[in-house]
């Protein structure tokens, strides 16, 4: 057996693994920064003008706020900044997800320290000056809702559509499907995703089309001449190949009926990006708050307004022990997923899956494989293959994975092992 490593050509690109949406989150992190400065010095300079104390410390209330915008705001600009600085041996892509990670520790912190002041109100109330309270409140609620909206956008909702389905699911896009008009009816023939990797699914599209009773093949033939069979067995209503089918899904594909030969073409779609993780946690961080801010303000309106209207002056600490645990629960689910990042926790099946699809379509065997998160919408990998064509090296799987969405780094060590010889007994 011969091993062979990797090569200089994997080192033929950069190490910028920053999300799509980078500089326009920092944009919008440094206006809702602004936003929040300008009220925190309306606020305390008002406070002091007019003597409410009650203003004064909802303007530093609002400099923590700011703060916590700050925090996510300096991580973006660093980050950008040192995109190209060697001594980031992966890149920066991480450090969103460790302010992210800082953020939802000071969640934690803000969530108890309101949780404290509850119940040390419950257990001993204090007079509330409604006239004050109740209208800062507003202020602070329509500082959030404008806060949320500077900040609103898909960079936060980023899904790693991860899909899991039962047996039965149907989950094939409109443009994954393509139908063929034959004698005996028409067809359709799509990219089926059940789990990951997607396989060919070839069922009747009208009444009166029979599905054939024996496999049949389906040939792709890729830009580059390439060519793969795939049999379609009978599972259910419908034929599935039992091979997956390697990313991208741009090819022709020769479906052979018992009618004849019927040809279509697929094409690669942004969608087909399933299993990537594009969250950008820095920005999630920053929308938690805005919105925990939100619903603090929302809880306390209708705490203080029950308070003053039917005298219930205990709804006012209540309210803010159901703050407390929204926030807590949301900074838990911030910390498990910046911290699994940090760790670089195998961010999932997805893209492991994807790697083995690929490989052992190719009729090798991996042996190792370690997959993990470098920022918004990359992973980087790292394989170990045997393999028995002794002319494979890594830059024949660098160019095999360099197909698939996401994977933007990759080393890989090739272990050639020789066929065995085969003796004739007689």
């Given at each position: ?144 809702v ?72 389906v040939?792709?033939i ?50 087909h ?22 619903a603090?303000s ?21 309210a ?6 929204v926030?807590?629960n ?11 990042i ?14 083995r ?12 494989l ?22 494979r ?20 060590e ?13």
């Amino acid at each position: 057996m011969s091993d062979f490593y990797d090569t200089p050509f994997a080192m033929d690109h950069d190490h910028v693994f920053l999300g799509p949406g980078h500089e326009k989150n920092e944009r919008k992190t440094w206006a809702v920064i602004a936003l929040c400065g300008t009220m925190m010095l309306v606020e305390i300079i008002g406070g002091n003008l007019f003597g409410s104390l009650a203003l004064v410390a909802d303007g530093l209330h609002m400099s923590t706020h700011a703060g916590a915008m700050l925090i996510a705001a300096l991580a973006y600009t660093y980050a950008r900044k040192h995109a190209n600085d060697t001594r980031f041996v992966f890149g920066t892509g991480k450090l969103g997800d460790l302010a992210g990670f800082t953020s939802a520790i000071i969640l934690a912190m803000i969530a108890m320290l309101i949780g404290y002041e509850a119940i040390s109100r419950f257990m001993s109330p204090v007079p509330i000056r409604f006239g004050e309270a109740i209208p800062i409140a507003v202020v602070g609620l329509l500082v959030n809702v404008v806060s949320a909206w500077l900040l609103s956008g898909d960079d936060h909702h980023g899904h790693s559509h991860s899909h899991g389905h039962d047996d039965h699911a149907e989950h094939s896009h409109d443009d994954e499907v393509r139908h063929i008009e034959t004698a005996g009816g028409v067809f359709a023939l799509s990219i089926f995703e059940e789990g990951v990797p997607p396989v060919f699914r070839l069922q009747a599209q009208a009444e009166g089309a029979q599905l054939p009773t024996q496999a049949i093949t389906v040939t792709t033939i890729r830009p580059n001449g390439a060519r793969q069979d795939f049999t379609l067995s009978r599972t259910s209503d419908f034929l599935e190949s039992t091979t997956a089918i390697p990313e991208p899904y741009a090819f022709m594909a020769v479906v052979r009926l018992p009618e004849g030969e019927y040809s279509v073409a697929f094409e690669e779609h942004d969608h087909h990006a399933h299993g990537i993780d594009t969250r950008d946690h820095n920005m999630r961080a920053a929308y938690i708050h805005v919105i925990a801010d939100a619903a603090v303000s929302v809880l306390a309106i209708i705490g203080l307004l029950l308070a003053k209207t039917f005298g219930w002056m205990w709804m006012d600490p209540v309210a803010g022990m159901v703050g407390a645990l929204v926030i807590a629960n949301w900074s838990y689910g911030l910390v498990r997923n910046t911290g699994g990042i940090l760790m670089d926790i195998n961010p999932g099946n997805a893209m492991t899956d994807k790697v083995r699809a690929v490989v052992e379509t190719a009729g090798d065997r991996l042996i190792d494989l370690h997959v993990w998160r470098l920022g918004p919408g990359h992973y980087g990998a790292v394989i170990s293959v045997i393999t028995q064509e002794s002319q494979r090296g890594p830059s024949f799987y660098h160019a095999m994975l360099r197909q698939l969405k996401g994977l933007s780094h990759l080393t890989v060590e090739v272990h050639a092992q020789r066929r065995a010889a085969l003796v004739d007994g007689n």
